[in-house]
């Protein structure tokens, strides 16, 4: 898809117009009848034709309170309505903020996402060109939100790829590549770097499978020869067997997914990178396959990690903690930035208590919390902030090692995987912990099997373009 810009619309030609709910009235003059049947609701959509035989698509926008969900209305339409397009439509965006512009343009990137890219037959990939109608000069905006629809489907395909393809080595290879187009610096650790440096968490986990563990480090320099302002440590569990703790076979194969934070960060440092923005920020995927296997970590191991600290396995399905672990305390010892947030498809735990609506949310600074769930709400891919009681800390005690990687407690789970990230922080003033189990990976309009959301990268942007104003 391409996107341009004019000022004038011809009507002649194909062209999609909005309204908001209940409000034809600054539409009337491009409609060929007076009173449609149409309310405007959100995401519902209408074609008439024109005079010239041209399709007119009216889009409800609904409520102002579903404009932070603009993209989704815009990405069902085009899902739904793109096969019958030609060469060339216009949007008729006058009076469009610059963020109503860029959602659009995500919705109609997101809509381009094909999940069966693995079939023997593809699906031909559309060549439409966009042109948005409006007075105002909305060129950043057009890019913008074509970079991050892009980003988007990009990490959507990184979480949807089957397992056997999608290895540690794997993301490695994407973010090498993603390093070199977009010019930012990637270094790949393997299982010889991981074993000089003392990666040993890392290590344990991925003993059981062939496909090695790696830790991936990507930098981002908006800002030569200063401090990092942010450190991003994602879980990249390629696939998630429960290790001799085994899952039971009930979609099992969906653990393939068990990587969405690693994907997350992944994509904001390359859509950082596009962005040119003026900050430095560091991206961390501990990566591995949690298999089962002769040389499987077991239960009731003592195993060492990156902080020196050392871990007692109560349970080796609890494994995504043990990978970020070393990640963050790599950030800490190594990065030392100003702002630390990891990103985790973590637990059962917070979907059982906040469902597929919300992130869970955990940190001690206030004002860091204030302002992610304000972002949350602005880009609809929201967050609830969990507590970090000390009551917790008993549960994770350990008396043969520093810590236990379960509490074997049948209650608050998500938040004692929380703080067992805590212990390996160093209490930095400024980390957060993302549990984004229920809301990377579910059921959705777009296809029939579960699949990749692409929740985190809006988010996390818009977090990293804050702070770099």
């Not at 216009?90 to 343009?105: C, D, L, N």
């Not at 905006?141 to 290895?167: Q, Y």
């Not at 923005?277 to 990156?306: F, K, M, T």
């Not at 597929?356 to 919390?369: C, D, L, P, R």
Request: hydrophobic share 40%; charged share 25%.
């Amino acid at each position: 898809m391409t996107y341009t810009q004019h000022n004038k619309l011809d009507d002649s030609k194909d062209f999609i117009v909005t309204c908001k709910k209940a409000d034809l009235t600054s539409i009337q003059k491009f409609l060929p009848i007076e009173k449609p049947d149409f309310d405007g609701s959100f995401a519902n959509y209408q074609l008439l034709y024109g005079s010239k035989g041209n399709r007119i698509y009216i889009l409800g926008l609904g409520e102002e309170k579903q404009a932070a969900q603009l993209e989704n209305a815009f990405r069902k339409l085009a899902f739904e309505t793109q096969k019958h397009w030609g060469k060339h439509i216009q949007v008729y965006a006058e009076g469009f903020s610059t963020e109503a512009i860029k959602k659009a343009v995500i919705g109609l990137e997101m809509a381009q996402y094909a999940i069966g890219e693995f079939k023997s037959e593809k699906e031909p990939q559309r060549k439409t060109a966009l042109t948005f109608v409006s007075s105002e000069d909305i060129k950043t905006s057009l890019a913008e939100g074509k970079f991050t629809g892009e980003t988007i489907n990009s990490i959507k395909h990184l979480v949807d790829a089957p397992p056997n393809i999608k290895t540690p080595e794997f993301l490695a290879e994407w973010a090498e590549k993603s390093a070199k187009t977009e010019h930012y610096k990637c270094t790949v650790l393997h299982e010889k770097e991981l074993k000089d440096q003392g990666f040993d968490a890392v290590l344990s986990v991925g003993k059981g499978s062939v496909n090695k563990p790696v830790v991936i480090i990507n930098e981002y320099q908006g800002k030569p020869d200063t401090a990092v302002d942010i450190a991003f440590v994602g879980k990249g569990i390629t696939f998630d067997s429960g290790g001799l703790s085994i899952k039971p076979s009930t979609n099992l194969h969906y653990m393939k997914s068990d990587m969405g934070g690693a994907a997350v960060v992944l994509g904001v440092v390359e859509l950082v990178a596009k962005l040119k923005l003026n900050i430095n920020i560091v991206g961390i995927v501990a990566s591995a396959e949690n298999a089962v296997d002769g040389n499987s970590y077991r239960p009731g191991d003592v195993i060492n990690s990156y902080s020196g600290k050392t871990i007692e396995i109560i349970d080796t399905d609890a494994e995504g903690r043990l990978v970020l672990a070393d990640g963050l305390s790599y950030a800490v010892k190594k990065i030392k930035p100003k702002y630390l947030i990891d990103l985790a498809t973590l637990t059962g735990s917070v979907v059982r208590t906040l469902g597929y609506s919300a992130a869970g949310m955990f940190t001690k600074n206030q004002e860091m919390a204030q302002q992610l769930s304000d972002l949350g709400t602005k880009v609809h891919e929201r967050v609830w902030q969990l507590p970090l009681y000390e009551d917790f800390e008993s549960d994770l005690h350990s008396d043969i090692a520093d810590i236990r990687n379960l509490s074997g407690k049948p209650i608050a789970g998500a938040i004692n995987a929380a703080k067992f990230l805590e212990f390996f922080t160093e209490s930095h003033e400024n980390w957060m912990h993302l549990d984004i189990a229920g809301v990377s990976f579910g059921d959705s309009p777009y296809a029939k099997m579960k699949s990749a959301s692409g929740y985190g990268i809006q988010l996390m942007v818009e977090f990293v373009k804050a702070k770099a104003e």
